[in-house]
């Protein structure tokens, strides 16, 4: 009963760097989401999908990349790391698009930038 | 735009009893609840769909209020396992869930 799974679970990485966090679900859900965390400001959304072939923006989405090839996977590519990026990375799906629908997380990614 | 939670902060003893609320300045279609422990990731609680359901999870329960673009969330006779940061997310448009910025409950004995 996997669920949700992220890679890595943490990384530290060097301004300028890139990288990509994996996300997949054996769930066969359509929607797909990444979120980030940083203190005080709650859980804000970067990327969302909701199919294959389709994404769109998020609250916050500068600095990042997605694509969704596949139900299962929804990478999330950091193009060029920034000190600003250092926070803790949630990748979440539902069944469904919202409304209503519930989401379930994975385990988070705590990246590090410096 | 994010919802706003209040209070940012609660601290309880076993037993006694909190409410937590959550507006929006939109309409909102639904309205979901979730706990994080520290170093977890979120646990949904219960999601409200329409304006005046309320629901129930054990001793923690929820309202939704459509008119007033607001939820409450009530937990009664706090035990120390309700401990963690509750966060609500609303959806305005049918593909976001937005999150609030969160209320972190601590519970002692």
């Known amino acids: 009963n996997a669920g949700v799974t992220q890679t890595p679970k943490f990384q530290v990485l060097k301004t300028g760097q890139s990288m990509t966090l994996q996300c997949a679900q054996d769930?066969?859900?359509?929607?797909m989401s990444w979120y980030r965390q940083d203190p005080g400001m709650g859980l804000r959304l970067i990327h969302y999908?909701?199919?294959?072939?389709?994404?769109d923006q998020g609250e916050v989405p500068n600095g990042y990349n997605v694509s969704r090839s596949t139900t299962e996977d929804f990478p999330l590519r950091l193009l060029s790391a920034a000190p600003s990026q250092t926070s803790v990375y949630f990748c979440?799906?539902?069944?469904?698009?919202?409304?209503?629908?519930?989401?379930?997380f994975g385990e988070g990614s705590w990246l590090t930038v410096v | 735009q994010q919802p706003v939670q209040s209070p940012q902060a609660v601290i309880l003893r076993e037993g006694e009893d909190a409410v937590i609320n959550c507006s929006s300045s939109?309409?909102?279609?639904?309205v979901h609840w979730y706990r994080q422990k520290h170093g977890e990731a979120p646990v949904f609680l219960m999601i409200?769909?329409?304006?005046?359901e309320q629901k129930g999870h054990e001793k923690i329960s929820a309202s939704f209020n459509e008119k007033k673009q607001q939820s409450s969330l009530y937990l009664t006779a706090s035990q120390l396992s309700y401990s963690g940061t509750y966060f609500c997310?609303?959806?305005?448009?049918?593909?976001?869930?937005?999150f609030g910025t969160g209320t972190r409950l601590q519970v002692f004995p």
């Open positions: 997310g609303t959806e305005k448009d049918t593909d976001k869930l937005i």
């Open positions: 409200l769909l329409k304006g005046g």
């Open positions: 769930m066969n859900h359509e929607y």
């Open positions: 939109k309409a909102l279609y639904s």
């Open positions: 979440a799906s539902s069944y469904y698009r919202t409304p209503g629908n519930t989401i379930y």
């Open positions: 999908s909701v199919g294959a072939g389709i994404t």
